[in-house]
C-alpha cells in the first residue's frame, strides 16, 4: 500500500502546490494568451479546449472578475488553427494578433476570424490581402481583393459599424488608426475613427488599383500619399504631378501649419523621418555615397558626402543622427567589410569599422547602441556602448559562442536578455540575464527556461525546464531574488499589464499547470505577482 501511494504521488510537483487559485480544473485546456485589459477589471484569457472533431481545437474567452470565482467561457473561434497561432513571439505578450477589442485567427479550413472579445462581436473575413489598423480595430478589404480593380470596399470597426467606400484607389491606415485613401480622381480622404469621411486635399496623382497595401518610410513605390507620425502630428506626404506628362514631384505638408514644401529630391519612396519630425532622408540616395537632408521648416539642405555606398539605415532616437553601414565583400566573396556610418547634417561623418547593429540598434532615448562584431547573426556576440563615443569601449551582454535573443530595454536603459547557446535552446532552454550600459554589472535572473514577461523591476520566468515545463519564477531585476509561484510543471505563462509597467507587483499572473500525469493541480490558475 504504501508503494501505491508513492506511485500515486510520484508526479506531483516538489515543495508547496501551485500558488493562486485554480479557475479551470481541466487538464486538456491550454492557455494560449491574455486580452489586454479594457479597464473593467476583467482579466480575460484565451484558452483552447478539445473541439467536436478528433484532433481539433475550440478557441475560448475565459472571463476572471476581480474578486476571482469560476470564470466566464465564450465561444471565440471553433476550429482554431493552433499552428498559425496568435503572433505571441517567444510566447511572450503582446501577441501581435490579439488586442483589448480585436483577436484575428485562422480556422483549420483556412478561413479567417476576426472577433471582439469583449463584446463576442465575429466578422468571417476573406483571405485575400486586407489592411488593418495598427490597434487592429479596424479592417479595410476591397470588395475584389487588393491589387485587383479599384472602387468598392468597406471599412470594419471592432465595434461592429462597417461602411461602404465605393471609389478607393490607394488606402493606408495612420499610426492614430485613422483611414486615409486616395480616389481614382486624386482626392485625399480621411475617415477619423469614429468619424465621417472628410476630404484632406486634392491634385494627388493617379495611381493603380491597390498599388501597396501601405505606405511606409523606406518603402520605394510612387505611392500618391503616405501618412508618417511624428511628436507634432501626422506629416503627410503628396505626390503630385507637376505637368501634364508622366513627371510627379513629392511634397510635405506640416501638420502644424498645413503648409506644404517640394522635397529636393526625387525621392522614389517615403522619405525616413528623424525622431523629432524635423529632418527628412531619402535613403535611396546612399546607393551613390551621399545623402541629402532637408529641414523642410526652415527650407534647409544639407547634402553629406562620404563616398562610399550604404543601403537603408536609420534616424537615432532623440537625435539627428542618421545611421547606416557598408558592406563590402572580398574578390571571393568570403569575408564581408562592415563599417558603420554615423551621418548628421550639422557634422562631419564618423566611421565605425568592423562592428554590424543588432537589434534592436539603440535604447529608446538613443543614449547607448548596440552591435556586434560577429557578422553571423544565427550566434552573435552583443555588445552595447554610449551613442555619443561609437568608438569607444563597450559592455559585452553575452558571451562568446552564445546568442542573446530577443532582447528587452527597461526604461532605465538597462537589458534584459535570452541567452541561449545552440538554436535548438531558444524555445526552452535559455538564461534570463540584466546588464547595466552605464557601469558593465550583470547579474542572471534565470536559468534554463524561457521569460515569460518583462517588467520594470521583475521577469516572469519558467526556469529549470524540462520537457516544456518549469518552475514558474518571479525574479528581482535588482538583486535577483527568486520566488517561486508554481514548482516543476507550469507550462505556459500571461502577465496582466499595469500601465507601463508588465509585472509591477500585484499584477494578476495567469498560468498553465500540467504535471506529467493526472494530478489535482492540472489546468489554469491565476495568481499575483509578489
Known amino acids: 500500500m504504501t508503494a501505491l501511494a508513492l506511485l500515486g504521488t510520484g508526479c506531483l510537483p516538489r515543495g508547496a502546490p501551485p500558488a ?11 492557455l494560449v494568451g491574455m486580452v489586454p485589459p479594457d479597464g473593467d477589471g476583467m482579466l480575460r484569457l484565451l484558452v483552447t479546449h478539445p473541439g467536436a472533431e478528433v484532433g481539433a481545437l475550440d478557441l475560448y474567452v475565459a472571463a476572471v472578475g476581480a474578486s476571482g470565482g469560476p470564470p466566464t467561457e465564450t465561444l471565440l473561434v471553433p476550429d482554431y488553427d493552433i499552428v498559425d497561432g496568435l503572433g505571441c513571439n517567444y510566447k511572450v505578450a503582446p501577441c501581435s494578433s490579439v488586442l483589448a477589442r480585436s483577436l484575428w485567427a485562422h480556422q483549420t479550413t483556412g478561413a479567417f476570424v476576426w472577433v471582439n472579445p469583449v463584446t463576442g462581436y465575429r466578422l468571417d473575413l476573406p483571405q485575400y490581402p486586407m489592411l488593418m489598423s495598427p490597434s487592429g480595430e479596424r479592417i479595410f478589404n476591397f470588395d475584389s481583393g487588393l491589387g485587383t480593380q479599384a472602387g468598392s470596399g468597406r471599412l470594419d470597426d471592432a465595434d461592429g459599424t462597417s461602411i461602404a467606400l465605393d471609389d478607393v484607389a490607394y488606402p493606408v491606415f495612420s499610426a492614430g488608426d485613422d483611414f486615409y485613401y486616395s480616389t481614382q480622381e486624386g482626392d485625399l480622404m480621411r475617415i477619423p475613427l469614429s468619424g465621417a469621411a472628410e476630404k484632406v486635399t486634392t491634385g494627388l496623382v493617379a495611381s493603380s488599383p491597390g498599388a501597396s497595401q501601405v505606405a ?16 507634432d502630428g501626422m506629416l503627410l506626404f503628396l505626390r503630385r504631378a507637376t505637368s501634364a506628362s508622366a513627371a510627379s514631384q513629392l511634397f510635405v505638408r506640416d501638420p502644424l501649419s498645413g503648409a506644404e ?4 529630391f526625387d525621392a522614389p519612396g517615403v522619405p525616413l523621418v528623424s525622431t523629432d519630425g524635423r529632418w527628412l532622408v531619402d535613403a535611396s540616395e546612399g546607393s551613390g555615397g551621399r545623402l541629402t537632408f532637408f529641414d523642410y521648416r526652415a527650407n534647409d539642405t544639407e547634402v553629406v558626402d562620404f563616398g562610399v555606398p550604404v543601403f537603408s539605415g536609420e534616424w537615432r532616437p532623440q537625435h539627428s543622427d542618421f545611421w547606416a553601414a557598408s558592406r563590402t565583400w572580398n574578390a571571393d566573396a568570403t569575408v564581408e567589410t562592415v563599417i558603420q556610418w554615423i551621418l548628421s547634417p550639422t557634422a562631419a561623418p564618423i566611421m565605425v569599422p568592423n562592428l554590424d547593429t543588432a537589434v534592436p540598434t539603440f535604447t529608446p532615448d538613443g543614449s547607448y547602441w548596440l552591435s556586434t562584431p560577429d557578422f553571423d547573426m544565427t550566434k552573435s556576440r552583443v555588445q552595447v556602448g554610449p551613442a555619443d563615443d561609437p568608438n569607444g569601449p563597450k559592455f559585452q551582454l553575452n558571451p562568446a559562442n552564445t546568442s542573446a535573443d530577443p532582447i528587452w530595454i527597461l526604461d532605465d536603459d538597462r537589458l534584459v536578455a535570452s541567452v541561449y547557446t545552440k538554436d535548438t535552446d531558444i524555445e526552452a532552454r535559455t538564461d534570463a540575464i540584466v546588464l547595466d550600459p552605464r557601469t558593465g554589472d550583470s547579474l542572471v535572473l534565470g536559468e534554463r527556461g524561457w521569460l515569460a514577461a518583462v517588467g520594470q523591476t521583475r521577469v516572469l520566468g519558467l526556469f529549470h525546464s524540462d520537457e516544456m515545463r518549469g518552475d514558474l519564477t518571479v525574479s528581482e531585476i535588482d538583486t535577483g531574488r527568486q520566488t517561486v509561484l508554481a514548482p516543476e510543471f507550469a507550462v505556459t505563462a500571461f502577465a496582466e499589464p499595469q500601465g507601463a509597467d508588465q509585472l509591477a507587483p500585484g499584477t494578476r499572473i495567469a498560468y498553465q499547470f500540467q504535471a506529467r500525469t493526472d494530478s489535482p493541480y492540472d489546468g489554469i490558475w491565476v495568481a499575483t505577482c509578489p
Open 261 to 264: 514644401t517640394a522635397l529636393p
Open 20 to 30: 493562486g487559485q485554480q479557475i479551470i480544473a481541466d487538464r486538456q485546456a491550454s
Open 216 to 231: 511606409v518610410p523606406g518603402l520605394y513605390s510612387l505611392a500618391p500619399f503616405a501618412v508618417v507620425p511624428t511628436p
